[in-house]
């Protein structure tokens, strides 16, 4: 199977041998959420709304599909802005994006006033008037070029999965509003795609009533009719305040349960063993994009673990396990504020504590997802040691297994060589010298041993230059 491509859609009982997409997507849209700052569950809950819109509409099962996937991966791109957000407001990004979800800033005066409390929020007097003349200072676009940002990455990551050009247009162009005043291109009434706006009709539900309730939320909505929204689509939506079993259910906690029943039977994606790697591979770039100082960290990682388990002769099951438990490693990372993964300084106990939350995030996210059952923990255990001193369980060499061991080499030997915007990797030999400092007491021998093995093949990837990802022979 090609890279960039998801197999076609398939009548589900045609493919046993595959499983949905839908239930990857689905499971892993909750680190989506994270760095949206938004509560768990807010994409598939986004998605069963879409998709009873799209139901009333009586959308053909192929443009209901295309809206399906478009709801699901419409914070694909979210964290490609999270430093440049950061760095902009000062802010914690999460809390930032999170405020946005709620704030008319279409409103000038609105925006303004939302810019005004947010830059440098908890900060003293001074840091705060600094953020607000360095935002000043910038250009007027900045923010619209944020959003571009976010919404091309999407459609980048859309369209490198092989979904259609409609669902890769439709994450695009989600923050256009109908009246042209839409952050990224400003895009005005039926230009935008009609899954656009949906999805952003649909989105802005649910996070009002998430907070507010379903009455509040359809009273925003029918407020920014002909503003935000296509009134016709707000119009769709006549009766639902009535629906209380709905509302009811679709804040239940079976949220992900839910979500296989609305996609449409006959338009079912299943996905083979490489399709599941391209989606792994797909949110291990979403993971490096939040940081510029990680690159190419999870894929690289992903591509040592791999090679030291080549090395130490493993079968391609292992393998690729492996290669999927080092994508996938830091997803839990983008449930940390960029405020504290890219600050520039020591980290005060409560930051470092909520560093060392990410592989319990890890552990959640992954655990999930029903085909990553077996590298849930393989990929939070990362920073664990043999002699107990790792983090955030302090597992010692009784509760570590040889793909955790793997792990730990590929991970700190990646860091350690790898180039970052404030210094230059170490050579290869300083860094094994390094991990050879930390073998028999925190690190494994044999897996230090097989590290220097693989270097010597000479198919180690470069620091930021690693070949494009592909699943093992």
Known sequence: MPVSSVPT??????????????????ALSHALDLTEGQPWGHAARTCLI?????????LDPDTRSQLYYSLLMKDAGCSSNAHATTEFFGTDDQALKAGLKFADWTDPLRLKLFALRSAALG???????????????????????LIRIRCDRG???CQSLGFPRATVEAVRCLDEQ????????GLVGDEIPLLSRIA??????????????????????????????????????????????????LYGSDVLSRLSAVEPEDRIIRVDAEGVDRVAESFAQVVDAKSPFTGRHSTRVALLARGIGEVLGLGPVELRDLYRAGLLHDIGKLGISNRILDKNGPLTPLERKQVERHPVLTWTIVGQVEVFAGIARKAAVHHERLDGTGYPWGYGAAELGRDDRILAVADIYEALTATRPYRAGMPPERALSILREMEGVALDSGMVRAMEAFEETGAVPEPGLAPEPGPPP
Do not use: C, K, N, Y
């Open 9 to 26: 859609p398939q009548i589900a009982h045609e493919e046993a041998d595959r499983i949905p997409l839908s239930q990857v997507l689905g």
């Open 50 to 58: 879409g998709m009873r819109i799209g139901e009333s509409l009586g």
């Open 123 to 145: 900060q003293g007097v001074g840091a705060r008037v600094r953020q607000l003349l360095h935002m000043a200072r910038a250009d007027e676009g900045t923010g619209r070029e």
């Open 155 to 157: 459609a980048e990551i």
């Open 178 to 185: 109908w009246d042209g005043r839409g952050a990224a291109r």
């Open 200 to 249: 952003l009709l649909a989105q802005t539900l649910e996070v009002f009533a998430a907070r507010d309730g379903a009455a509040r939320a359809l009273e925003v909505v029918r407020g920014r009719a002909g503003r935000w929204f296509d009134p016709d689509l707000v119009a769709v939506l006549r009766g639902w305040e009535g629906d209380h079993g709905w509302w009811g259910e």
